[in-house]
């Protein structure tokens, strides 16, 4: 049977963080199909991942966030598709929660608040979905756009929509933005989807040279 969601991690010498992403995924109810991309790490991160019979590994030469992230939608097959980072991971019941809501409210778009977790305070802040009845404008920051990571999007929806280089660290808000000018249907889960990680080491998003 086809997945229900499709979850695409993109990675790059996060083996200190990519099992609690993957276990998350795990447990983040119904049919989850867990890709995950190695973008050419050093760290013996593709020799954990040999391991892990239920993951779709994929590996690529360090190419960057966006080529791995494209490469993994590429070979997805879920009804919907949620992209997480290996340093973050999602939360309980939120996969289930928010398909169901998509599948009932015909959404192409299922949009969610979520939790920060700052690594060096040890402390937490909970960011609950702002309602705005202008997805675009909310997205080019009329009000708190919440993260790409807490939304589920119909992979038919966005089967045309690329993660594009050019955009650099703002990759992901541009590639909802694009989605936003399409007109999406949008629903809303009134609860936290994942929880993004603030910490001092490296980000796929900030390349080198």
């Not at 119909?154 to 280089?165: A, E, G, L």
């Not at 994942?194 to 998003?205: N, P």
């Given at each position: 049977?086809s997945?229900?969601?499709?979850?695409?991690?993109?990675?790059?010498?996060?083996?200190?963080?990519?099992?609690?992403?993957?276990?998350?995924?795990?447990?983040?109810?119904?049919?989850?199909?867990?890709?995950?991309?190695?973008?050419?790490?050093?760290?013996?991160t593709?020799?954990?991942?040999?391991?892990?019979?239920?993951?779709?590994?994929?590996?690529?030469?360090?190419?960057?966030?966006?080529?791995?992230?494209?490469k993994?939608?590429?070979?997805?097959?879920?009804?919907?598709?949620?992209?997480?980072?290996?340093?973050?991971?999602?939360?309980?019941?939120?996969?289930?929660?928010?398909?169901?809501?998509?599948?009932?409210?015909?959404?192409?778009?299922?949009?969610?608040?979520?939790?920060?977790?700052?690594?060096?305070?040890?402390?937490?802040?909970?960011?609950?979905?702002t309602?705005c009845?202008?997805?675009?404008?909310?997205?080019?920051?009329?009000?708190?756009?919440?993260?790409?990571?807490?939304?589920?999007?119909?992979?038919?929806?966005?089967?045309?929509?690329?993660?594009?280089?050019?955009?650099?660290f703002?990759?992901?808000?541009?590639?909802?933005?694009?989605?936003?000018?399409?007109?999406?249907?949008?629903?809303?889960?009134?609860?936290?989807?994942?929880?993004?990680?603030?910490?001092?080491?490296?980000?796929?998003?900030?390349?080198?040279?």
């Amino acid at each position: 049977m086809s997945p229900d969601v499709s979850i695409i991690i993109p990675t790059y010498n996060r083996l200190w963080a990519l099992p609690q992403a993957v276990e998350s995924c795990r447990a983040a109810g119904r049919r989850a199909e867990i890709i995950v991309v190695d973008d050419g790490s050093t760290d013996g991160t593709w020799d954990w991942l040999q391991g892990q019979k239920d993951v779709a590994a994929i590996h690529q030469d360090n190419w960057g966030k966006d080529w791995a992230v494209n490469k993994g939608f590429a070979t997805a097959r879920g009804e919907f598709v949620r992209f997480l980072d290996s340093d973050d991971w999602i939360l309980p019941d939120a996969n289930e929660k928010q398909l169901a809501i998509g599948r009932s409210q015909n959404a192409d778009v299922v949009v969610a608040g979520f939790r920060v977790f700052d690594e060096k305070t040890q402390t937490e802040q909970l960011l609950n979905w702002t309602t705005c009845d202008d997805f675009i404008a909310q997205q080019l920051g009329e009000c708190d756009s919440s993260h790409y990571s807490a939304y589920l999007f119909r992979r038919s929806f966005i089967q045309n929509i690329f993660h594009r280089q050019e955009f650099a660290f703002r990759d992901d808000r541009m590639f909802v933005i694009e989605v936003a000018l399409h007109k999406p249907r949008i629903a809303v889960y009134d609860a936290l989807a994942f929880v993004h990680r603030h910490h001092e080491r490296g980000r796929l998003q900030f390349g080198d040279g």
